[in-house]
């Protein structure tokens, strides 16, 4: 079993940054991939970023240029800088790790507000 505690999230203006946090306990080595998603209300959830134990990263695109994700194995966290930040990036965004064997753990979820 692997344990997501995510933080970060916030109220923020349109064009500000917030940086998301995510630090993972448990089972680490059963981990290859980290990411974030989102859901807005009504919508479907939606990766976001993702970062691979060999540092591969994937950017939607819908935020490209704006979002980073990045990695510390040491302290087996994940992080999601978000600037540039517009009012349709307002969801709940979920922290996730992928298994080597097809587990996904999925975090409690952190609330990203941007007012226009």
């Known amino acids: 079993q692997v344990q997501l505690v995510e933080s970060g999230g916030g109220l923020v203006q349109a064009g500000g940054t917030l940086r998301l946090s995510c630090a993972a306990s448990?089972?680490?080595?059963?981990?290859?991939?980290m990411g974030w998603y989102r859901q807005a209300p009504g919508e479907q959830r939606e990766l976001v970023a993702q970062?691979?134990?060999?540092?591969?990263?994937y950017i939607a695109g819908s935020v490209k240029g704006r979002f980073t994700i990045t990695g510390d194995n040491a302290k087996n966290a994940v992080y999601l800088q978000m600037n540039s930040l517009k009012p349709e990036d307002t969801a709940v965004y979920y922290c996730?790790?992928?298994?080597?064997?097809?587990?996904?753990?999925w975090g409690q979820g952190t609330q990203v507000t941007v007012s226009s």
């Open positions: 996730a790790a992928d298994s080597f064997v097809q587990n996904r753990y």
């Open positions: 448990g089972s680490i080595s059963t981990i290859k991939a």
């Open positions: 970062i691979t134990t060999g540092s591969g990263t």
